[in-house]
């Protein structure tokens, strides 16, 4: 291992060429000055420089090392300052879940505004649903995560930030019958074929649906189940059944699909959360504080 010290020494006799100038430059005497030389000589069995009565030139040997050199003392100059912003949330790696129906929302401008903030953090994202997030947590592949959950049911054991919450709207096809008039009693939708998302992806939404179906006396007829929103429109749009999703999902502009809102007291709500473990680095603190802000603004 070399050690600093003597091989800043050496990069500025490298500079001068001259014992008497670089030992002026590093406020010491000549003697030490060469004696921090040749101990960097025999430490690495090369001759560095050729001496001459009034001057000194580098060797090949001497050339590698200050190049090397050069590059080992500034990475080393940059320790504290990387250290400083590791522990400050300025730096370092954030591995990011989402669901797919948080980047119809503002998600994609947090995280732009996020970048611009903290170049120095790694962002990595993850689109996945919560199974998928929930697990990736266990094994330490995530760090944060968005995802999407009945009003109150957010996944136990996480610190978590509210950052939407949205009425469910009813996705049907364009030439759907009954969505023809400019009224359709939501008794008749209930009777529809349904296309929803599997339970174990949103399993306190899966139920909120449910339980809104049953508590109007009706039974959900579940003719396809998918687990990505585009897919759901995609089947809506095929005449293949209704589906309720997120008001956001409205951004999803697909041929052949529209999309019917319903009074918020009959249809239930779905929240978006960003959930982080208590024992999170600084960089998901600083992620957590400036989604906070945004959400506030």
Request: charge should be neutral; glycine fraction near 8%; charged fraction near 20%.
């Amino acid at each position: 291992m070399i050690e600093l010290r003597p091989l800043r020494q050496f990069l500025v006799l490298a500079e001068e060429l001259h014992f008497g100038r670089a030992a002026e430059r590093l406020h010491m005497t000549q003697p030490p000055l060469s004696l921090a030389v040749q101990k960097l000589e025999a430490q690495l069995g090369v001759t560095l420089l050729e001496r001459g009565k009034r001057a000194v030139a580098l060797t090949a040997a001497g050339q590698a090392l200050v190049e090397a050199g050069a590059r080992l003392v500034e990475q080393a100059d940059q320790v504290p300052a990387r250290v400083r912003a590791a522990a400050s949330g300025e730096a370092g790696r954030l591995s990011l879940g989402f669901v797919s129906t948080v980047g119809y929302g503002d998600m994609p401008r947090w995280l732009r505004l996020f970048r611009e903030a903290l170049p120095e953090v790694q962002l990595a994202l993850k689109e996945a649903t919560l199974d998928v997030q929930l697990h990736g947590f266990d094994t330490g592949v995530l760090d944060a995560g968005f995802v999407i959950h009945a009003p109150g049911a957010e996944p136990a054991g996480f610190e978590r930030l509210i950052v939407a919450r949205e009425p469910l709207v009813l996705a049907h096809a364009e030439d759907w019958a009954l969505g023809q008039g400019t009224r359709v009693s939501l008794a008749e939708v209930l009777r529809q074929p349904l296309v929803v998302f599997p339970r174990e992806i949103a399993p306190s939404l899966f139920d909120a649906l449910l339980g809104f179906y049953r508590a109007h006396g009706a039974t959900p007829h579940i003719v396809q189940e998918a687990i990505q929103m585009q897919t759901i429109v995609n089947l809506v749009s095929g005449g293949m059944g209704v589906a309720w999703v997120p008001a956001s999902v409205c951004a999803l502009q697909r041929p052949g699909v529209r999309y019917r809102p319903w009074p918020r007291a009959q249809v239930p709500s779905c929240d978006t959360s960003l959930i982080w473990r208590a024992d999170a680095s600084p960089v998901v603190r600083r992620f957590v504080a400036h989604v906070r802000e945004q959400v506030k603004g």
